[in-house]
């Protein structure tokens, strides 16, 4: 984008200037920051005081955030694949000449296969509204290439919540400052959403009671009143036992119930028989407990539910979500602000973004193009049905050898002979070092862009603070070059940054963003979105039963599944497997597959390990720092113990996000995970593993 877009953004002192950013990360925060520069160099990156959500506070892997910029390691220049593919050997070439070969190669698969043997993947690594995801969008419809569905996170907690709702939109989670109880329901906020824990503080100091329901003791549970720990995947048991107290002493808004929900009475008949003692027998936990917390929730006003993405990982992550949902109908917490329920808020952000701008549909062939599930990348590349086979990938804004389920199907596709792999990257991956070509990524200082959130309710200006390092481009002159290579002509496929930006934004003063960096979405201070009703579902109402989802052949009504049953044979191998595999975010120091490389980040969070609760290492002759192996039927990692009070029994942690080199083996977390969908909504069941942990020695048959 041209650089006089934004010369509000810029303030010159001394020979020094600050340009105001936003953070690109996929975190609710999208943290406001100040980059400080010297010449063409950047010399300190801080926080923006100014900003109303992060206030002036980075985390700690972005308060290095030059260290990444400015890393030896990183990839300046174009790579050219030499060796063999995973070995990472390459040797670095010119922009015209990495352009020519991917040009020359795609140009041939085309040709003979058609545009859907080329597969895009790409995620989350920039969240800008540019960078992430634009102008690729019309250079694979004129390609005709095979379409991404589904998402790794997101994508099922919003289908859930508009199964009942009839819209993923939400309460501002900020407005939790206003609650009397707040619950924070499988969420680790004090670590993956830090700077919402200060609103929550605000509560506590105001009075309110902060509970955190979670199937590990988190750091955000060791700080709160009180912590309810549910065995992993039966979090709906103890949502029917609550709503059953509810419903037995009338703890039901009966006013609000009766003008904007339907379904009640078959609600009502269904929790019936989910006495709190049969929910505490489902989720590990006493029905006192489950009394006790109904009891609150039904008699507290304001009572404000947070939750974020993590419970959607399991076979039944939509029914989660739409059967949480359902809780502050029951109550009325709707009509209050400080109540009702928060989840990600990027479903306000079309209030002043039209992101159909960015596709061009017309350039597509007619007919359609077929699609893949994100999740399902090992299978797209390995199935010798697919017709036509994938024959190219190009990968951009993920590492998804380390971020996909069931990784080492991803591994033996990415191996392939015959499969053209093109890599933009920073740093060479996992995955990049199976690219056949990578290209150099600009970093978020390097870029201009506009940062939607899922955290908070603004927009976030970025200005590129500096030019871009050696031969690196933002990913939307990537695109640009790609097209002007395979010689298409097309002017939506070279549209400018600033042209995109002001198509895509609505009812946004462009200037004042620019000026701040920051602004907030057109919607009222005091949001409460439903406390008169007004759910866009078909009915108009909460759908607490749901025609649509019976249409579709789901259980209309909230039901709990137990853990396993029906997800890819998972229950079957519960004998040969009988822990339940956990991969949560426990580091500080990265971000999902980012950072963990770097000196200053990876090292100081120590390594990948396993944590086991006591009966289970102590059944299996396991101690702390003891060498293990945790495996199933699709990996096997070795990995140090550790032991603690932190789950249940029947569960093994082992954190995600470390690259391969990192376990001393060609492997990852997610070479053992689940790659079955969800029930609804296109995610997936990372959290319906099943291993099994032994000391190192001791083998699948028992021998030494």
């Known amino acids: 984008m041209a650089t006089d877009m934004a010369t509000d953004?810029?303030?010159?002192?001394?020979?020094?200037?600050?340009?105001?950013?936003?953070?690109?990360?996929?975190?609710?925060?999208?943290?406001?920051?100040?980059?400080?520069?010297?010449?063409?160099?950047?010399?300190?990156?801080?926080?923006?005081?100014?900003?109303?959500?992060?206030?002036?506070?980075?985390?700690?892997?972005?308060?290095?955030?030059?260290?990444?910029?400015?890393?030896?390691?990183?990839?300046?220049?174009?790579?050219?694949?030499?060796?063999?593919?995973?070995?990472?050997?390459?040797?670095?070439?010119?922009?015209?000449?990495?352009?020519?070969?991917?040009?020359?190669?795609?140009?041939?698969?085309?040709?003979?296969?058609?545009?859907?043997?080329?597969?895009?993947?790409?995620?989350a690594g920039t969240q800008g509204l540019l960078q992430m995801s634009s102008l690729d969008k019309r250079f694979f419809a004129k390609l005709g290439a095979t379409r991404l569905t589904g998402s790794l996170c997101g994508g099922v907690a919003s289908a859930g919540t508009a199964s009942t709702n009839g819209t993923a939109r939400a309460a501002d989670p900020t407005d939790v400052r206003f609650a009397q109880l707040a619950l924070l329901w499988g969420t680790n906020t004090r670590l993956t959403n830090r700077h919402l824990w200060p609103f929550v503080e605000e509560a506590r100091a105001n009075g309110a009671t902060v509970v955190v329901i979670d199937p590990v003791r988190t750091m955000t549970a060791e700080a709160v009143d009180w912590f309810?720990?549910?065995?992993?995947?039966?979090?709906?048991?103890?949502?029917?036992?609550?709503?059953?107290?509810?419903?037995?002493?009338?703890?039901?808004?009966?006013?609000?119930?009766?003008?904007?929900?339907?379904?009640?009475?078959?609600?009502?008949?269904?929790?019936?028989?989910?006495?709190?003692?049969?929910?505490?027998?489902?989720?590990?936990?006493?029905?006192?407990?489950?009394?006790?917390?109904?009891?609150?929730?039904?008699?507290?006003?304001?009572?404000?539910?947070?939750?974020?993405?993590?419970?959607?990982?399991?076979?039944?992550?939509?029914?989660?979500?739409?059967?949480?949902?359902?809780?502050?109908?029951?109550?009325?917490?709707?009509?209050?602000?400080?109540?009702?329920?928060?989840r990600s808020v990027g479903a306000w952000t079309d209030i002043n973004i039209d992101e159909s701008v960015l596709e061009a549909p017309h350039l597509a062939p007619a007919g359609g193009r077929r699609s893949v599930n994100m999740n399902h990348l090992g299978r797209a590349l390995t199935d010798p049905a697919m017709d036509p086979p994938v024959q190219a990938l190009f990968v951009w804004n993920g590492n998804p050898l380390v971020s996909v389920p069931n990784a080492e199907l991803t591994r033996r596709g990415l191996a392939r002979d015959d499969l053209f792999t093109v890599v933009s990257e920073q740093f060479l991956t996992d995955t990049a070092r199976y690219a056949d070509v990578v290209f150099p990524a600009a970093t978020q200082i390097e870029q201009t862009d506009v940062v939607p959130a899922w955290g908070h309710l603004y927009l976030g200006w970025n200005e590129a603070a500096i030019p871009p390092l050696g031969d690196a481009v933002p990913n939307t002159e990537l695109w640009r070059r790609l097209?002007?290579?395979?010689?298409?002509?097309?002017?939506?496929?070279?549209?400018?940054?600033?042209?995109?930006?002001?198509?895509?934004?609505?009812?946004?003063?462009?200037?004042?963003?620019?000026?701040?960096?920051?602004?907030?979405?057109?919607?009222?201070?005091?949001?409460?979105?439903?406390?008169?009703?007004?759910?866009?579902?078909?009915?108009?109402?909460?759908?607490?039963?749901?025609?649509?989802?019976?249409?579709?052949?789901?259980?209309?009504?909230?039901?709990?599944?137990?853990?396993?049953?029906?997800?890819?044979?998972?229950?079957?191998?519960?004998?040969?497997?009988?822990?339940?595999?956990?991969?949560?975010?426990?580091?500080?120091?990265?971000?999902?597959?980012?950072?963990?490389h770097l000196p200053k980040h990876g090292p100081a969070e120590g390594g990948p390990f396993a944590e086991l609760d006591p009966a289970d290492a102590s059944a299996r002759g396991i101690a702390e720092g003891d060498t293990v192996r945790v495996w199933n039927d699709r990996g096997s990692l070795t990995l140090t113990a550790r032991v603690g009070g932190r789950l249940r029994p029947g569960v093994v942690a082992v954190p995600f996000g470390w690259w391969s080199d990192h376990h001393g083996e060609r492997a990852t977390a997610n070479s053992l995970t689940n790659d079955t969908l969800t029930d609804w909504g296109g995610g997936v069941a990372y959290g319906s593993t099943r291993v099994e942990v032994e000391p190192v020695g001791v083998h699948a048959g028992g021998d030494d």
């Open 9 to 123: 953004t810029v303030t010159t002192t001394a020979g020094r200037r600050t340009v105001l950013g936003t953070c690109h990360h996929d975190c609710p925060d999208s943290c406001g920051w100040v980059v400080t520069v010297e010449g063409e160099t950047a010399v300190r990156l801080r926080g923006n005081p100014d900003h109303p959500y992060s206030r002036g506070e980075l985390c700690p892997k972005v308060n290095r955030f030059l260290d990444r910029v400015y890393s030896p390691d990183r990839i300046l220049h174009p790579l050219v694949r030499r060796g063999v593919k995973g070995d990472g050997d390459f040797a670095p070439a010119s922009w015209d000449v990495a352009l020519g070969l991917v040009a020359e190669r795609l140009g041939e698969i085309v040709r003979r296969h058609g545009g859907e043997a080329v597969l895009p993947w790409w995620d």
């Open 228 to 342: 309810v720990q549910p065995l992993p995947g039966t979090d709906v048991a103890l949502m029917l036992g609550l709503m059953h107290v509810l419903v037995r002493d009338d703890l039901i808004d009966h006013d609000y119930v009766e003008r904007h929900t339907v379904g009640f009475g078959r609600l009502a008949e269904r929790v019936r028989d989910w006495p709190p003692a049969r929910a505490a027998d489902a989720c590990g936990i006493g029905a006192d407990e489950i009394e006790r917390l109904a009891r609150a929730y039904g008699t507290t006003k304001p009572a404000f539910i947070r939750t974020l993405i993590g419970a959607e990982h399991h076979e039944h992550g939509a029914m989660f979500f739409r059967t949480l949902a359902c809780l502050p109908a029951l109550t009325g917490a709707w009509r209050h602000r400080g109540g009702g329920l928060a």
């Open 483 to 596: 097209a002007r290579a395979m010689g298409f002509t097309e002017p939506e496929l070279f549209e400018d940054d600033e042209s995109l930006l002001r198509s895509a934004l609505r009812d946004v003063d462009l200037d004042l963003l620019r000026e701040r960096g920051f602004v907030r979405l057109s919607l009222p201070e005091d949001l409460r979105p439903y406390a008169d009703g007004g759910f866009p579902t078909a009915s108009g109402k909460v759908e607490l039963y749901s025609e649509a989802l019976a249409a579709q052949g789901h259980d209309p009504l909230p039901a709990f599944h137990p853990p396993g049953e029906g997800v890819g044979g998972e229950a079957e191998l519960a004998g040969r497997y009988p822990l339940v595999l956990m991969t949560p975010k426990n580091h500080t120091r990265f971000l999902n597959t980012s950072y963990s």
